[in-house]
Nanobody, 121 residues
Framework: QVQVVETGGGLVQPGGSLRLSCAAS????????MGWYHQAPGKQRELVAT???????NYADSVKGRFTISRDNAKNTVYLQMSSLKPEDTAAYYC???????????????WGQGTQVTVSS
């Protein structure tokens, strides 16, 4: 199985920065895209940013210019550098990994347990 663990959440003032990390481990044959999603209370989980194995990125309009996603393929790790944070960025942030545990097993989505980001003065 593939395990996904996020770290780096916390409380930050508006305008501040945080860096989230997400590491995938366990039985991994290959990883395709990795990404971050967030979910505020009472709302649906939404895409924040994704990055392919080749480094192509995609961002939600609300975070363009403020957040940067990157990955270290050797470490099966994806990062989310968040800057100029706003109160509306407050949410639980979840890491998503599209991986194949074995070459003969189809790709599946694996999720972390989430890390809370709170932007407040």
């Amino acid at each position: 199985q593939v395990q996904v663990v996020e770290t780096g959440g916390g409380l930050v003032q508006p305008g501040g920065s945080l860096r989230l990390s997400c590491a995938a481990s366990g039985s991994i044959f290959s990883i395709n895209a990795m990404g971050w999603y967030h979910q505020a209370p009472g709302k649906q989980r939404e895409l924040v940013a994704t990055i392919t194995s080749g480094g192509s990125t995609n961002y939600a309009d609300s975070v363009k210019g403020r957040f940067t996603i990157s990955r270290d393929n050797a470490k099966n790790t994806v990062y989310l550098q968040m800057s100029s944070l706003k109160p509306e960025d407050t949410a639980a942030y979840y890491c998503n990994v599209k991986a194949k545990p074995r070459s003969w097993i189809r790709e599946s989505d694996y999720w972390g347990q989430g890390t809370q980001v709170t932007v407040s003065s």
